[in-house]
């Protein structure tokens, strides 16, 4: 019988204990608040190294600014797996001060005018970018500040390879693919085109890639898709992403390793001369130097070529947004609005610039490239400078964005599945998003 | 033969246990006060009763976490209309059936050779049971690297001998049975550890009746070890079925359902709607898993041990 008395009291304290413990997590995040005038933020980013060490820098050189307020950094995976994380977070409440996320159909999904505070009373809002604000904004208010350049979604090339085979820049597929078929001929055991399907995400540049050349064949693309009248499937210029991802498998232009290289191994076969194309997003470029110094000089970059050579032109993604959820409250409610605006100024963007190359012009007026950008981010200036050769990348016109496109081009990359095929299952899988959204006329 | 079936999992029959808690006209007797019951009671419900209807509901909106629409029974009708879900729907039960077949055979020669007297036989079952206790998400990845086919250790093994390896987790056609092969290493242990319980508790006495009548080895084996493991047997399909039916771990740690969608399972395809922000339509697919398995494990483990009571 003492065994059974002891226990019970067991139990109860067991149950006390999940009890006290459920009660005290919330309040967890408030508890180093108070201290004499020193305000500490956190600032939640995401694990690549080199988001890491730019959010650090930042932290750096706003403490620096603003004596009295200190940024604590928090990291967070990216892809679908981070989109899980800052959901499950903004709906618990448990989200920290300010955290950096995607702007476009990402930013639409959490809820803005729910879960976060609009900046439009902000002064530094009139220096920012037309175009950015448009991808955080939602019911008519602003909310988010950019942190990181303009990225495009293009091919990077090897310079020395194209020097050596004396090849021009293609401005159309088919110049693109006779370079292709050079650089093949030659034996010197150059992989064409660089694939890397152990990120799955690397697979997707073909198809996202090459959305300026879509919307420059159907302008109202973005506008007819949102509303379901529009299909990647049917749709002449669309489909032609899909295409060229199957081409370049079916022709035997991709690296031999091409399903289970990572990313790593894409940047080495691009700056080392093993491959002499790379459809991915000019964000890499960064992590590519930190690694081969030479490939700043070495490699080049060029918009995904499509059928007129005349209409040619960039995709864009913007660059991430900085939110304040609206659970920040009180002192540091206050820093959290400095620290955006201090990344939203020149001088955030001299400080982004020190941690590393940056991936692209940055959205905030007055914010000017370091003179030594690596060529890449150089080669990207032409395309922003002549009017109607950029446009941004389709998730950022249009909510509507599947989340399997990555598996599908991996398929279709793998010669597992048809263009056409890949096309139409891509379209079905943007209708549960649709749905979700509860758009209209799906 | 019924008293030797001491491993049996299941239960004696109602009417020789001694019932705890009898009942006896309409009045319960039980040996604890209600106030006894009351914290188990609590947890109970707050952490299994409540979620378990809360996800039937959800299963019937269209929820984003921060706000969930009633559409009825769309999230199903959606669910299977999802082209993946064929795919991982045949896959599972490939993968379900593969490593279940593999763990009862390879378990049960495991068994036999380990209970026999070899020299280290303690050393030698801890050895096989060791790949159970290690991180299922680290035995994935150590595989991804070991099959990687360019740079992999087994393929550069293969190498060596001249053949050709082919690509393990990148080719469609080997990336589901390269799962199952490291499924069935790691979950081999538990099997065998079940069987030599089962095969020690079999009365020396049989195996030296049948000596007596001039059985050899295989007469033994056949006519004695496996009916008398029968037990044994039942607890090892069922628990690596639903093992394998329900297997996530592994097959996100190495392909992540890839290359494309050829080796995705219902669990991966479930996750990756999570990931995605269906979350009703992923607790529907979690509802359809939870009636699938139940729909194959029930009357599979009703047939087998209605076997066993026939021996």
């Given at each position: 019988m003492r065994i059974g008395t002891r226990s019970t009291a067991l139990a109860v304290f067991a149950a006390g204990t999940l009890i006290l413990s459920a009660c005290s997590a919330g309040s967890l995040g408030s508890s180093d608040e108070g201290g004499s005038g020193s305000v500490s933020i956190t600032y939640l980013t995401t694990n690549q190294d080199q988001d890491v060490k730019e959010a650090e820098q930042l932290a750096k050189d706003f403490t620096a600014k603003n004596p009295g307020i200190t940024v604590k950094v928090e990291t967070r995976p990216g892809g679908t797996e981070g989109d899980n994380i800052i959901k499950t977070r903004l709906s618990t409440g448990d989200m920290v001060d300010v955290f950096n996320y995607n702007t476009g159909s990402l930013f639409q999904a959490i809820a803005p005018p729910k879960n976060l505070l609009p900046?439009?009373?902000?002064?530094?809002?009139?220096?920012?970018d037309e175009n950015f604000k448009k991808t955080v904004t939602a019911d008519g208010k602003v909310y988010g500040a950019p942190v990181g350049g303009f990225m495009g979604g293009a091919v990077l090339y090897s310079i020395p390879v194209y020097t050596k085979l004396g090849l021009k820049v293609p401005t159309t597929w088919s110049e693109f693919m006779a370079n292709n078929a050079k650089i093949k001929a030659?034996?010197?055991?150059?992989?064409?085109v660089i694939q890397t399907y152990?990120?799955?995400?690397?697979?997707?540049l073909f198809v996202l890639g090459d959305f300026h050349n879509v919307s420059a064949a159907e302008p109202d693309f973005a506008d007819k898709y949102t509303k379901n009248e529009a299909k990647y499937a049917t749709s002449p210029a669309a489909v032609k992403g899909f295409e060229h991802t199957q081409q370049v498998h079916d022709l035997g232009y991709?690296?031999?390793?091409f399903a289970s290289a990572k990313l790593p191994d894409g940047l080495k076969m691009l700056a080392t001369g093993k491959g002499a194309h790379y459809p991915i997003l000019s964000g890499v470029v960064a992590n590519m130097i930190a690694t081969y110094p030479d490939a700043a000089k070495t490699v080049g970059l060029f918009a995904?070529?499509?059928?007129d050579a005349a209409k040619n032109g960039l995709t864009l993604w913007t660059p991430g947004g900085l939110y304040i959820p609206t659970t920040t409250t009180g002192d540091k409610l206050e820093a959290a609005k400095k620290f955006l605006a201090f990344v939203a100024s020149p001088d955030g963007c001299k400080s982004q610039s020190t941690a590393g190359?940056?991936?692209?012009?940055?959205?905030?007026?007055?914010c000017e490239l370091p003179a030594d950008v690596p060529q890449a981010i150089k080669d990207m200036q032409p395309y922003l400078d002549k009017p109607g050769a950029s446009s941004l990348a389709l998730e950022f016109l249009s909510p509507v964005k599947g989340p399997s496109l990555e598996q599908i081009t991996v398929e279709v990359g793998s010669g597992i599945r048809k263009a056409k095929d890949g096309a139409a299952r891509y379209d079905e899988d943007v209708k549960k998003q649709a749905q979700q959204l509860g758009l209209a006329g799906w | 033969m019924k008293s030797v079936t001491i491993t049996s999992i299941r239960p004696r029959s109602r009417s020789d246990a001694t019932p705890a808690?009898?009942?006896?006209g309409g009045k319960f007797y039980t040996p604890y006060s209600f106030w006894f019951y009351l914290p188990t009671a609590v947890i109970y419900s707050v952490l299994f009763l409540v979620p378990t209807f809360a996800s039937f509901y959800y299963s019937l909106t269209r929820w984003s976490l921060f706000e969930s629409k009633f559409i009825g029974l769309d999230n199903f009708v959606l669910f299977f209309q999802e082209p993946a879900l064929v795919k991982g729907f045949t896959n599972t039960l490939i993968f379900a059936v593969v490593t279940s077949g593999s763990k009862v055979v390879l378990g049960l020669l495991l068994a036999v050779l380990l209970t026999?007297?070899?020299?280290g036989r303690g050393y030698l079952r801890s050895v096989v049971f060791f790949p159970v206790l290690v991180s299922t998400i680290g035995v994935g990845l150590l595989f991804q690297v070991l099959m990687?086919?360019?740079?992999?250790l087994i393929n550069g093994a293969l190498g060596v001998i001249g053949i050709d390896g082919p690509?393990?987790?990148?080719?469609p056609k080997w990336a589901l049975m390269s799962i199952a092969l490291v499924d069935v290493w790691k979950g081999v242990g538990l099997a065998t550890l079940i069987y030599i319980a089962g095969i020690v508790s079999i009365p020396r006495e049989y195996m030296e009746a049948a000596r007596v009548d001039g059985a050899g080895s295989w007469e033994s084996f056949r006519r004695i070890v496996l009916p008398l493991s029968r037990p044994a047997t039942v607890t090892v399909v069922i628990l690596s079925l639903i093992g394998g039916l329900r297997s996530f771990e592994l097959i996100w740690a190495m392909t992540r359902g890839g290359p494309g969608f050829t080796s995705d399972v219902i669990s991966s395809v479930i996750y990756k709607q999570y990931q995605a922000g269906f979350y009703g339509l992923s607790t529907a697919g979690n509802v359809i898993l939870f009636l699938v398995v139940t729909a194959i494990v029930l009357p599979l483990s009703w047939f087998l041990n209605r076997k066993e009571v026939n021996l």
């Open positions: 900046i439009d009373d902000q002064p530094y809002i009139g220096d920012l030659s034996g010197d055991g150059v992989a064409p152990g990120e799955t995400w690397t697979s997707q991709e690296n031999k390793d995904l070529p499509g059928d190359a940056p991936t692209g012009p940055y959205a905030v007026k007055g | 808690a009898p009942a006896a026999s007297r070899i020299v990687n086919p360019e740079q992999g690509g393990w987790l990148t080719d």
